[in-house]
């Protein structure tokens, strides 16, 4: 049984909105305020500059999860692991607030 639309996009938009974020010293919202991460273009975080310790268990963390929810939704809608990533990452843009590191497709960052 394939979930519908509204329900994939439901899920998608907790993962993005940050309500399905992990436990950890260092949260995904601090970390982009403070630019130690940034989005890529591909749905993913990334460390704008040499990342601590911290900030890789972060990126690690994060990923993993977005990772995870990505394939799932590839999967029960029938589409390509990299449409699913775009897509995420077109409407994290769309999300993120002034002043966020964003990745282009070429590595250089800018802030949005």
Do not use: C, H
């Not at 436990?23 to 970390?31: G, V, Y």
């Amino acid at each position: 049984m394939r979930p519908s639309p509204a329900r994939t996009a439901l899920l998608a938009g907790l993962l993005i909105a940050g309500i399905v974020a992990p436990a950890a010293a260092l949260d995904l919202e601090e970390a982009r305020a403070r630019g130690l991460v940034g989005e890529t273009a591909r749905g993913y975080i990334a460390p704008v500059q040499a990342p601590t310790p911290e900030v890789t268990q972060l990126v690690n963390q994060v990923n993993a999860g977005r990772r995870a929810e990505y394939q799932r939704i590839a999967r029960t809608t029938g589409t390509s692991l990299e449409a699913v990533e775009v897509s995420a990452a077109q409407k994290i843009f769309r999300q993120l607030p002034p002043g966020t590191f964003v990745q282009a497709t070429g590595g250089s960052w800018s802030r949005k």
